[in-house]
């Protein structure tokens, strides 16, 4: 009998820091500090979906608002 998990049964939730970037994190581990749950979860797949379409400036915050002015 195996113990290692299939990666696509995998789930995750997406998170994102004070600069706005987005990233996904494996359940149940502990969020790092700075990290904080978006509210939405699932496979990898769907995560990554939703971060393309959420996510459309990579620029930490404080260079996107500084390239404004």
């Known amino acids: 009998m195996s113990t290692s998990s299939n990666a696509s049964e995998t789930l995750y939730d997406v998170v994102v ?6 990233s996904i994190w494996p359940l149940p581990k502990s969020l ?9 979860k ?3 797949a769907s995560c990554l979906a939703y ?3 959420a996510w459309t ?12 002015h």
Request: glycine share 16%; hydrophobic share 25%; proline share 6%.
């Open 17 to 22: 820091n004070q600069e706005g970037q987005h």
């Open 32 to 40: 790092p500090l700075g990290w904080t749950k978006v509210g939405v």
């Open 57 to 68: 400036d990579m620029r930490p915050r404080s260079l996107a608002v500084e390239s404004r």
């Open 42 to 44: 699932g496979t990898k």
């Open 51 to 53: 971060i393309g379409e």
